[in-house]
């Protein structure tokens, strides 16, 4: 029994394999604020709970449209955003690199929260679960910041880092869930695969 990856992120794809299940990556045409169905911009007043919980939720749908207009054949579709809260702010991925060298200083030497929520559908059911994860980083100087930015692995990643590549040298501590930190966590989508009936 394979499955439908609504997302164009090689992590998901490999956490995917870590537990064996087969799935197809349904890609989109880009990042998800490029495609007008999906909306990843904040609301106003919209908390990070809230927040990535309905980006999960869009990206879900949207994948169940994509699947309608490419004519594929019917299966599970799994989708999940991930972001980042520090202070009651919302922290995505940086849209430039300067901006990624800001949101690494903020980081510095603090505590946040990482948000992953995961949707799997069968195009009439729509099941969610949240992982929430607390990531401490050491404090950080201002040129290895640099030469991390200037490494590209910044790019593209909720918070301007990844946990899986050397970033980890960063983080002090994490309390939660580590696949959840890097964009998809493994028990809570085993959790709603085995609610659809799939074997693990």
Known sequence: MSIYLASN??????????????HEALLFRGPGRE???????????????????????????GGIQRMHWRGLPPQLL????????????????????THALEI??????????????V???????????L????VSFRRL????IHHYVSSGEAADKAGAYGIQGRAAIFIKEIRGSYSGIMGLPLFETAALLQEFGYSL
């Open 9 to 22: 992120s090689p992590r998901r794809r490999e956490l995917l394999h870590q537990i064996h299940v087969r």
């Open 104 to 117: 690494l200083r903020r980081l510095s030497g603090r505590t946040h929260q990482v948000l992953t929520a």
């Open 35 to 61: 495609d007008h169905d999906i909306n990843e911009d904040v609301r106003p007043g919209e908390d990070a709970f809230t927040y990535v919980q309905r980006v999960a939720r869009a990206k879900a749908e």
């Open 119 to 129: 949707v799997l559908t069968d195009g009439t059911r729509f099941l969610q679960r």
């Open 141 to 144: 100087g201002d040129e290895e």
């Open 131 to 134: 992982s929430v994860s607390q």
């Open 78 to 97: 799994l989708a999940a955003d991930t972001t980042l809260e520090l202070d009651g702010e919302i922290i995505g991925k940086p849209s430039s690199p």
